[in-house]
């Protein structure tokens, strides 16, 4: 086979292996990520069950458990994929080398014979001088030479694929080891997952005892919340129109003193009534809309730790289907103490009591804007700039429910966003 091919052959099983490996790695960062969350789910799940303030609390941290049990079992499922995988490639190559080596050791063997026959320094003296010319003793000179040559190289080939054959096979151990805890890892979360979903049934069997109040419960909260959307609705407008009206004072002063552009000049200067659907984007804001856009699907979580624990929009019920439960943003569980954070630079644009316990955070990015309710503390002010991941409050926990849940929204002018599709995956 040509040198060319055999290299490109080498280089290519290099690199695969190098890109199996680096799987593996992330594999592996994924799935302690998965287990120290498991940890934050069970300390929280803890944490309520000690208050025995609310079985549906209990019932959502726990239906978050077992998620987040799949997800441990399909990337341990994964992992073990993975290294078979890299164990079959191991073995072809163990195949392989096996069989060359077999070759090379049989052609030894006969080389060496084949030197033992003829060994003696006169055979070889004899082979030269026997030569009919000295350009012909010449040649045979170097074909002894190269032969010897030949049969040292041949016995270092044997040695280094003696090596490598070793090493595979040690590296085939190694897999076999890491193969089989894999296996048993997986069957032990397997079976914890049978016990968290039996746990489940009993919380589930638990409050079908509480239905008539759980759902007049959920039909209460449910107004109280289209309330509170209603409010953030004309909150959000009031500071649109406000920036409106500002931009336009900006627009007359920058003409007042012969500093503005064509453009202003040319829109009408008679009293107007300013928009509060949508806001006239300054350059500036022009630049923070943006660079808010562009990291949809990058932004960080609102809050260090936690879960989703109610999704976005028209959903049913987690434990009775036919009711439908709305909402505007995402709830998001998280521990006791927990520090709410911006997602994003902008500007403070509104601090309110939503509610006698629900304090909210307005921030403004360009035109688009992040709300985030049921603070207990603000650290923030109206027109204080805030950077990524700046502590703006702490999250409330109830003391009706034991639970601590952050509400956050995402909107653009007075559009409301998916937030999930805006948050980092985790």
């Not at 079976?191 to 069997?205: A, F, M, P, R």
Request: hydrophobic share 35%; charged share 30%; net charge positive.
């Amino acid at each position: 086979m040509p040198k060319f091919l055999l290299s490109l052959i080498f280089i290519c099983a290099t690199t695969f292996m190098w890109a199996q490996d680096s799987q593996q790695e992330k594999l592996e960062q994924r799935k302690a990520q998965i287990q120290q969350e498991i940890r934050d789910n069970e300390k929280m799940l803890q944490s309520v069950k000690t208050k025995e303030k609310s079985a549906v609390n209990v019932f959502l941290i726990q239906a978050n458990k077992i998620k987040l049990k799949e997800k441990l079992i399909n990337t341990t499922a994964k992992q073990e994929k993975l290294l078979s995988n890299d164990m079959y490639i191991n073995q072809v190559k163990v195949n392989k080398l096996k069989k060359e080596l077999e070759v090379l050791k049989a052609d030894y063997a006969k080389m060496i014979l084949k030197s033992y026959k003829s060994r003696s320094e006169q055979s070889r003296a004899m082979f030269i001088l026997s030569s009919e010319s000295f350009l012909q003793a010449y040649k045979r000179a170097q074909y002894l030479k190269q032969y010897t040559n030949f049969r040292k190289n041949q016995g270092l080939e044997i040695q280094s694929k003696t090596a490598q054959l070793v090493d595979y096979n040690s590296k085939l151990d190694g897999q076999r080891k890491v193969k089989k805890k894999i296996i048993v890892e997986n069957e032990k979360e397997k079976q914890s997952l049978e016990v968290e979903k039996q746990e489940q049934q009993k919380i589930v069997n638990s409050l079908k005892k509480d239905k008539n109040k759980i759902i007049a419960d959920t039909k209460s909260k449910q107004q109280e919340s289209r309330r509170i959307d209603a409010k953030i609705k004309e909150l959000i407008r009031e500071q649109i129109r406000l920036a409106n009206q500002r931009a336009e004072e900006e627009r007359r002063r920058r003409i007042a003193e012969g500093k503005a552009s064509e453009a202003e000049k040319a829109e009408s200067a008679a009293p107007k009534s300013y928009s509060s659907d949508r806001i006239t984007l300054t350059p500036e804001g022009k630049i923070l809309a943006a660079d808010f856009k562009a990291n949809r699907g990058k932004l960080p979580w609102p809050v260090e730790k936690g879960f989703i624990s109610l999704g976005y929009g028209d959903q049913p019920h987690p434990i009775y289907p036919t009711l439908t439960v709305h909402n505007s943003g995402v709830e998001i569980t998280t521990e006791q103490g927990a520090s709410a954070r911006a997602v994003f630079e902008g500007v403070v644009s509104k601090v309110i009591a939503l509610s006698p316990v629900n304090r909210a955070v307005f921030i403004q990015h360009g035109d688009y804007f992040t709300v985030y309710q049921n603070l207990s503390q603000v650290s923030v002010e109206q027109g204080d700039k805030v950077k990524v991941k700046q502590v703006i409050g702490k999250v409330r926990t109830s003391g009706d429910t034991g639970k601590t849940i952050i509400k956050f929204l995402i909107l653009q002018n007075t559009s409301n966003n998916n937030p999930e599709g805006w948050l980092q995956n985790r």
